[in-house]
């Protein structure tokens, strides 16, 4: 199983929907969970993190923990176009806190 | 505008040349990170400075050799590469916080070709 795993879409959403992106994760004391979001050519940019069981919402954004079940999500909200991109979900964990690795990205596309 | 600065955005070198990549932050950050990003795959660790120190080296080849001579910058060196190396090399920044607590904050990268 790898570390950190998601659907590499690509996920095609109408605007004005709520797009739901997933990422599961293998269990080595996760900690810390993080959402980028990275247009074709451009570095990764900075979204949500989120540690604690629940949701954590930031405007459009709702980050969703569950450690029972491994998995963490993002809910976009009233999607745009300009939101058509890949999603990079990143863990850390206590073993390692430095060291932050990627799952492979959702491409999610918004049709108008 | 980014915090984390990377010079040059694009580098074209040959599989003989010897370059370097600078990333230099003013964030008081204290872990910087080179990640290289091939095209549509995720971002993958190479290595990771804490306090000025290398502290993860994911089996890089030594081909690559980094530095990190401040808590501002990080170098990276480049030596006899090959064509597959060709990509985008990212730096990040981060705190550093014993709970791991502490997000990435990238470049704009330097997109470097291999000839």
């Known amino acids: 199983q790898k570390e950190v795993e998601q659907n590499s879409g690509p996920l095609s959403v109408p605007e004005g929907a709520i797009a739901s992106l997933n990422c599961t994760y293998s269990d080595r004391g996760s900690q810390s969970f993080f959402w980028y979001r990275q247009y074709s050519g451009k570095s990764p940019e900075l979204i949500m993190f989120?540690?604690?069981?629940g949701d954590k919402e930031d405007g459009r954004f709702t980050a969703q923990l569950n450690k029972a079940s491994q998995y963490v999500s993002l809910l976009i909200r009233d999607s745009q176009p300009s939101d058509s991109a890949t999603y990079l979900c990143a863990v850390s964990w206590i073993s390692s806190a430095s060291k932050i690795i990627f799952g492979s990205g959702t491409r999610l596309s918004i049709r108008p | 505008d980014t915090e984390v600065t990377q010079t040059p955005k694009h580098l074209v070198m040959g599989m003989t040349n010897k370059k370097s990549l600078k990333c230099e932050q003013h964030?008081?950050?204290?872990?910087m990170y080179w990640y290289k990003q091939k095209a549509k795959k995720p971002p993958e660790l190479m290595f990771v400075y804490s306090y000025e120190k290398l502290s993860i080296n994911e089996s890089v080849p030594s081909r690559f050799s980094p530095e990190c001579p401040n808590s501002s910058l990080l170098n990276l060196h480049l030596h006899a590469l090959q064509p597959e190396d060709s990509a985008l090399y990212l730096c990040a920044s981060s705190q550093v916080r014993g709970d791991g607590n502490s997000p990435l904050h990238f470049g704009n990268g330097t997109r470097l070709t291999v000839t």
């Open positions: 989120i540690y604690s069981n």
């Open positions: 964030m008081g950050h204290r872990a």
